[in-house]
T-cell receptor, first 115, second 111 residues
Framework: DTEVTQTPKHLVMGMTNKKSLKCEQH?????MYWYKQKAKKPPELMFV???????INESVPSRFSPECPNSSLLNLHLHALQPEDSALYLC??????????????FGPGTRLTVL | DQQVKQNSPSLSVQEGRISILNCDYT??????FLWYKKYPAEGPTFLIS?????DKNEDGRFTVFLNKSAKHLSLHIVPSQPGDSAVYFC??????????FGSGTKLNVKP
């Protein structure tokens, strides 16, 4: 199984809603990532979990709250978002073998629209 | 400020010819470079990579060239096929978990 799955595929939410994005992989990868991608822009790193611990937070606003319940799952909890947070949210995983050659495997993304 | 740049947003090539996608970077600390391919409604998929200690890596129809002095890498696809039509992202890293992506080049291979 070389797949990273993300749910939901699409999400529309109001600014007062609370929602969660989910990501799952069963490749035994120990690093998991959240990226945000706006149209015609590169994916921007948000968070990295390494061995279920948050290792990188790229100064993301607190209305985005990541969670890694176990080595296969990664959640992104959303609360009080702004319309400018509308984007494609990509999850990725990598082996974390300590080698520079570890590549990332991406999920298909969740298309988020904040009204 | 973007540390990895792809200055051509799009490229159109005839089937069977060579496609050359370019990428420039600014951070001399980058030690590994990757190319990803993305179809609509899918996440990026890994294509080919190169370590900073090499200047060329080949995998079938795909070859990546690295020119460290110019801080430039390129992806060559020969021969190009219509199924290669996608958005191609260049990425670089110097920290095991921190990847920097270019803004992508949309390749269209015409039959």
């Amino acid at each position: 199984d070389t797949e990273v799955t993300q749910t939901p595929k699409h999400l529309v939410m109001g600014m007062t809603n609370k929602k969660s994005l989910k990501c799952e992989q069963h490749m035994g990868h120990r690093a998991m990532y959240w990226y945000k991608q706006k149209a015609k822009k590169p994916p921007e790193l948000m968070f990295v979990y390494s061995y279920e611990k948050l290792s990188i937070n790229e100064s993301v606003p607190s209305r985005f709250s990541p969670e890694c319940p176990n080595s296969s799952l990664l959640n992104l909890h959303l609360h009080a978002l702004q319309p400018e947070d509308s984007a494609l949210y990509l999850c990725a995983s990598s082996q974390e073998s300590g080698l520079a050659s570890d590549e990332q495997f991406f999920g298909p993304g969740t298309r988020l629209t904040v009204l | 400020d973007q540390q990895v740049k792809q200055n051509s947003p799009s490229l159109s090539v005839q089937e069977g010819r060579i496609s050359i996608l370019n990428c420039d970077y600014t951070n001399s600390m980058f030690d590994y470079f990757l190319w990803y391919k993305k179809y609509p409604a899918e996440g990026p998929t890994f294509l080919i990579s190169i370590s900073s200690i090499k200047d060329k890596n080949e995998d079938g129809r795909f070859t990546v060239f690295l020119n460290k002095s110019a801080k430039h890498l390129s992806l060559h696809i020969v021969p190009s096929q219509p199924g290669d039509s996608a958005v191609y992202f260049c990425a670089a890293k110097y920290n095991f978990n921190k990847f920097y992506f270019g803004s992508g080049t949309k390749l269209n291979v015409k039959p």
